[in-house]
């Protein structure tokens, strides 16, 4: 069954759309990270196929009796969104297991892909969209699973209802690709559904996402993300809400969060912010970025500077509230509550909002591919400038 959390707006679009028979041809699920597009896509998907909307027939009994009562149903289990599909019947079964023979479903990928990595993602998917696997840096939509897709779509569905396509983080479409896409969704073939996510339609052709009947996506609150952590998870209230903290906002990162070990990557961002102050240490410096760069893949350093961001923010409310306000300030590591005050009293210049934008353009290096060691390099130099103390 597939579970989303919140969204409520976007479930009630596309149930109304439904009830009006005003399904469009094409949808662009858009919204932040961890926000539940693919989930909301896999529950269109269903609601495309579920056996509710296509009924088989139902078997004649062999003998018929004017006087037998006839036997109770019993009542299926219905999912979340269970107006939209029932989640149960064969059909939405084989979407949300990802077997179904009329989805399709294309993400970003590197062109030397294997099957095993591929099936890997699909698996991830079924599992939980919330969490699919990204086993490929820098991977993107490639033409030649837009055109597989365009042949597959000239066909007869396997079983009559038509074919669902799925494309996953569509502003990853080079403009060969995205203009394949392009006639694609100009002329889509009856009874066909294609649905698109993205975490923002700032990369987008603007013909593609005028061709799409948009559906956006909130960031989750972290009453959402706590809910959701205890009740689908059963994660103890208090660690859902420090975990809900660390998020963000978004369902995957939280999830991420639940299979890491937090108290270790803090520490190493605590190790971090302190290594920018031993410009007089440059060997022991030097050392110490060149571990953190071999030891580490993209995904871990990114983590690692997520909780740079958020001790460096914690810094920034704890030396912006009076004493009798910090109980209520929405500090994050409240346990850290020293080095905190280290920082503030020890470095009365530090320009922490000049320092947050510095960490959020070095995650973003790292999600553009640039090579980690030299985004270490620099942000803790230019830490070092900003924190207002002299050499
Ligand atoms: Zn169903």
């Known amino acids: 069954m597939i579970s989303i959390i919140a969204q409520e707006n976007a479930k009630e679009f596309l149930r109304r759309a439904r009830e009006n028979e005003r399904v469009a041809h094409a949808y662009l699920f858009h919204g932040p990270n961890g926000s ?84 890997e993602v699909l698996r991830s998917l079924a599992a939980n969209p919330y969490q699919r696997s990204r ?60 649905m698109l996510t993205a975490n923002s339609l700032a990369g987008m052709l603007p013909t593609i996402v005028s061709r799409c009947q948009p559906v956006r996506l909130l960031v989750l609150t972290r009453e959402q993300i706590v809910a959701a952590l205890q009740q689908k998870h059963g994660v103890p209230p208090e660690h859902a809400q420090f975990i809900a903290k660390l998020a963000n906002g978004s369902f995957r990162r939280a999830l991420d969060l639940l299979d890491e070990d937090v108290d270790t990557r803090r520490q190493q961002a605590v190790d971090f912010l302190r290594m920018a102050f031993r410009f007089n240490k440059p060997v022991e410096q030097m050392d110490f970025l060149n571990a953190l760069a071999q030891d580490h893949d993209r ?4 983590q690692l500077l997520e909780f740079c961001l958020l001790l460096v923010r914690d810094g920034y409310v704890f030396k912006s509230t009076s004493a009798s306000q910090k109980q209520d300030a929405s500090i994050i590591n409240t346990d850290q509550e020293r080095m905190l005050s280290d920082l503030v009293n020890n470095l009365p210049n530090f320009d922490f909002p000049a320092v947050i934008n510095e960490l959020e353009f070095a995650m973003e290096c790292l999600d553009r591919y640039v090579q980690p060691w030299l985004v270490l390099v620099v942000l803790l130099h230019r830490i070092y400038q900003l924190s207002g103390s002299r050499r």
């Open 36 to 119: 539940g597009k693919e989930a909301l896509a896999l529950l269109t998907a269903q609601s495309f196929f579920c056996e509710a909307r296509h009924p088989k027939p139902a078997p004649q009994p062999a003998t018929l009796s004017l006087f037998d009562e006839p036997a109770p149903q019993p009542a299926a289990p219905q999912q979340e969104g269970g107006d939209l599909a029932c989640g149960v019947c064969s059909a939405c079964r084989r979407v949300s297991e990802m077997t179904h023979p009329d989805v399709r479903v294309i993400f970003p990928r590197a062109a030397s892909a294997s099957e095993d990595e591929r099936t």
């Open 135 to 194: 086993p490929w840096e820098n991977p993107n939509i490639l033409i030649d699973d837009i055109r597989a897709l365009k042949r597959d779509l000239s066909m007869t569905s396997y079983e009559g209802h038509g074919i669902v396509a799925l494309i996953l983080e569509a502003e990853r479409m080079k403009a060969e690709a995205a203009n394949a896409l392009l006639k694609i969704l100009e002329e889509p073939p009856p009874q066909t559904l294609i």
């Open 299 to 302: 995904r871990e350093l990114r």
